[in-house]
């Protein structure tokens, strides 16, 4: 289905941004066009009215494509240079199963969006099962996620959880071990080689770390780094982690 929409007060516009937190928006020519060539369902193909080149046929399932005018774009992208192309594709579903996943990253208030995004991007480059989101952090579709992981948030299945306690409750459900990390050493260290598996590995967010509570009820995985580096960026944490994992256990 085809519509033309101009102005910022369509009122289907304004319906579809006033439910923005149930979409993804995927902005700019190459990435939507990525998009496009994989089998997936695009639920809205936003096109600029001043579009240069042709559209390449779908191999995604078009559900309604909008031809939109450039200030219709810049509102619904927040770009100062609106693109040529937009598609919005709704939040997956997702159960993560704890007994079939062999490693699941959980990311505790993790609040940086581009954090957030690295984590998303690194995970689908080493193949992780899955990440798990917990408290109160940046959400999957905010913009700045979108950018920084792009289409590895369709790669990487994902959950979100209220809280640590719900996370870790679904973990040990299904028989899988609980594991922190940490940039200070501390009693119950332990070498990635001897993790087993399945099992979670818990980041905190940003500034405080996970709870200190978690840090002495589970054992802890910590990067050998010097002392006068109060602690990593998160993002990149989980990336180095998410490498050696591969390296020792062939994830």
Not at 5 to 27: M, T, Y
Not at 39 to 46: E, F, N, P, T, W
């Amino acid at each position: 289905m085809k519509t033309d929409i101009v102005s910022p007060d369509n009122p289907r516009l304004k319906e579809l941004l006033a439910a923005r937190e149930s979409w993804f928006f995927f902005a700019g020519d190459k990435l939507v066009r990525d998009l496009l060539a994989r089998s997936l369902r695009v639920d809205k193909l936003l096109v600029r009215t001043d579009l240069g080149a042709a559209l390449p046929l779908p191999r995604a399932e078009v559900g309604e494509h909008w031809r939109v005018s450039p200030r219709v774009m810049a509102k619904v992208s927040g770009m100062k240079s609106p693109p040529e192309l937009v598609a919005v594709l709704a939040l997956p579903e997702t159960r993560i199963d704890f007994r079939r996943c062999r490693v699941v990253f959980g990311l505790v208030g993790v609040q940086d969006p581009g954090n957030l995004g690295t984590v998303f991007r690194c995970a689908s480059a080493f193949n992780l099962p899955a990440l798990a989101l917990a408290g109160d952090g940046a959400r999957p579709n905010h913009p700045k996620v979108v950018r920084a992981a792009q289409t590895a948030l369709l790669d990487v299945p994902f959950q979100v959880f209220r809280g640590p306690d719900e996370l870790i409750a679904a973990a040990q459900g299904a028989a899988a071990r609980v594991y922190v990390t940490g940039s200070r050493s501390g009693g119950g260290q332990l070498d990635m080689a001897r993790i087993e598996f399945p099992c979670l590995l818990l980041f905190g967010g940003e500034g405080p770390g996970l709870d200190p509570r978690l840090l002495e009820r589970f054992p802890r995985i910590r990067l050998d780094q010097e002392q006068r580096i109060d602690s990593l960026n998160v993002g990149v944490s989980a990336c180095i982690l998410m490498h050696e994992l591969r390296r020792l256990h062939g994830l």
